[in-house]
């Protein structure tokens, strides 16, 4: 699925029922930090480095240029760091930077081929463990690389470390950077303004896709469940794609699903903002016994679905999966279940049922227009708890 642009799904359209203009009180922060007191926000976990697919891109030479630049005293862009409590801030603009100062400290490199394994260490203890850090497979020595210089000579800087910087050690340690932090007053029940902020910082570059920020913004014991169920051989076989999506997509149809299953109750469109209140109400809500029960029962819902065939959830008009046939199918499924907080066994389910659901008159009505309102997804998980629900 890498690299792959087209949508594997059936297209069910996001609707403009319900937007607004959202107006936030917001307050900036500007302050200036000394690179020391930043590799001790980062070393403690209260600046937060986004657990996202894109890491760490510098190579030795950009990420010592940047390090010249603060040994120098030179100007360097401001970060902007988004306040999410007093304890914890999340990097909006300036990880690339942030990371450079961390690796120089540490006087460790990442290795190129080795970014996504040193990235997941990061998300798992918030920085790298020192018996990590001195891993040669993961990390080669940080030893600041300068080119030339126009007369041949280079600076006195090349090739020393964090150590071994002498005079200049101080200097860089106190260095200042400016530093805003971004914290979202109102509205309280979310924090939706990062997204607005973070492509508005971004617009020269490439945006990340909607549920990329979501990762970043909703980071929590649930999402972890939402990787490792994204893994699950029975749900990459439903949605037709063995491998992982690069933009997360494939983890936005699970984060829709499961929301639909929990908070039904609690939907109304645009989809998208739905999907924003729900990552973060169960990251609240749902923890502990709670959420291992889900677990339990998204794990069991897969074993029923683990012999059907290829193409069981797909669309018959648009030959791609669908998204509203397997949320009323899960719905239907697993929501009595999850009503109980009662674990029951689930029976195989078979392919005519679900051609069933898909056949049946109510669900496709609505499935016509506006697939995303209320009324519509309503109506649709009805169908589910009529067809795969316990007897009335």
């Known amino acids: 699925m890498a ?8 297209d069910v359209a996001d609707d403009d029922e319900g937007l607004s203009v959202t107006e936030y009180d917001i307050t900036a922060s500007p302050n200036d930090f000394n690179v020391i007191t930043i590799a001790s926000y980062l070393e403690s976990g209260s600046i937060v480095i986004p657990s996202i697919q894109r890491f760490y891109t510098w190579d030795i030479k950009r990420a010592s240029k940047f390090i010249e630049s603060l040994v120098l005293g030179l100007p ?5 760091l988004f306040e999410e409590n007093r304890n914890r801030m999340l ?8 990371l450079s100062i961390y690796f ?42 300068l080119p030339k210089r126009e007369d041949g000579q280079r600076s006195p800087l090349h090739g020393l470390n964090y150590q071994s910087l002498g005079d200049f050690k101080r200097r860089f340690e106190l260095q ?3 530093i805003v932090v971004i914290k979202q007053n109102e509205p309280k029940d979310d924090n939706s ?20 920020m979501r990762a970043n913004l909703y980071e929590s014991q649930f999402y972890n469940l939402l990787y490792v169920l994204n893994k699950n051989e029975a749900w990459r076989r439903a949605i037709g794609k063995p491998d992982e999506d690069d933009y997360m997509r494939d983890v936005e149809l699970l984060l829709r699903s499961i929301a639909l299953l929990v908070r039904n109750d609690k939907y109304l469109p645009p989809m998208s903002r739905f999907l924003d209140l729900s990552s973060a109400s169960i990251k609240r809500e749902i923890v502990g016994p709670k959420l291992a ?25 648009s030959g791609r999966f669908s998204i509203a046939l397997f949320e009323a199918v899960l719905y239907g499924v697993c929501r009595p279940i999850w009503d109980a907080q009662v674990l ?3 029976a195989p389910l078979s392919l005519a049922k679900i051609k069933e659901l898909a056949a049946d008159p109510t669900f496709i009505a609505h499935l016509q227009e506006g697939t995303t309102k209320q009324k519509n997804v309503s109506e649709r998980l009805a169908v589910g708890i009529k067809i795969f629900g316990p007897p009335a």
Do not use: C, W
Request: glycine share 6%.
């Open 91 to 98: 990097i909006l603009d300036g990880q690339q930077r942030l």
């Open 193 to 212: 303004s990062i997204r607005e902020i973070y492509n508005r910082l971004n617009t020269g570059g490439v945006n990340l896709r909607p549920q990329e």
């Open 104 to 145: 120089f400290i540490k006087m460790r490199f990442p290795r190129v081929n080795k970014r996504a394994e040193v990235r997941a260490i990061f998300n798992e203890h918030k920085k790298v463990p020192e018996a990590l850090l001195q891993d040669e497979t993961l990390f080669t020595d940080f030893r600041i690389n």
């Open 344 to 346: 029951a066994a689930i």
């Open 293 to 317: 029960f889900l677990a339990a029962l998204m794990e069991m819902f897969f074993n029923s679905i683990s012999e059907l065939p290829l193409g069981s959830f797909v669309s018959e008009g």
């Open 3 to 10: 690299g792959n642009e087209n949508t594997f799904m059936e």
């Open 176 to 178: 200042p950077i400016r």
């Open 76 to 80: 360097v862009p401001q970060i902007f």
